[in-house]
């Protein structure tokens, strides 16, 4: 289940629990790509304390929006993912190697404002 948080008009934030399925993205794409409408670089926030996990149907929907944002990685400056589960860690750590262009970190349970201020941060970085 995706619910979408408060934040800064230059942020997409996201409480992800249970699970994640295909049509999850039906509310997660829409609002990643209205931020990305008015605004040339946008932070993402995903707190993932209470996810479980992904449907393959989720999985793909996933990775064909990823794959459609190759070009445009740039415009996703920061990426904040909350979560308590060494997988999830290990994998937002790789992925930070991996796209040099937006910069990744993860917070842990009761972090969340802490997440936002980071990710919310990079404007005062402009």
């Not at 008015?38 to 989720?58: C, K, N, Q, W």
């Not at 937002?92 to 997440?115: C, I, N, S, W, Y």
Request: charged fraction near 30%.
């Amino acid at each position: 289940m995706i619910e979408t948080l408060p934040a800064p008009e230059y942020v997409a934030a996201f409480r992800i629990s249970g699970t994640l399925r295909r049509e999850d993205y039906d509310v997660l794409i829409p609002a990643i790509e209205e931020k990305l409408s008015y605004s040339e670089r946008i932070g993402v926030l995903a707190d993932m304390t209470e996810f479980d996990h992904m449907t393959p149907g989720a999985l793909l929907r996933d990775l064909s929006y990823a794959m459609s944002k190759l070009g445009e990685y740039h415009r996703f400056k920061r990426a904040a993912v909350i979560a308590d589960k060494r997988w999830i860690e290990t994998t937002t750590k790789l992925a930070d190697k991996l796209l040099p262009q937006v910069e990744m970190r993860v917070f842990h349970r009761g972090e969340l404002e802490e997440a936002m201020r980071w990710v919310a941060g990079f404007r005062s970085n402009l």
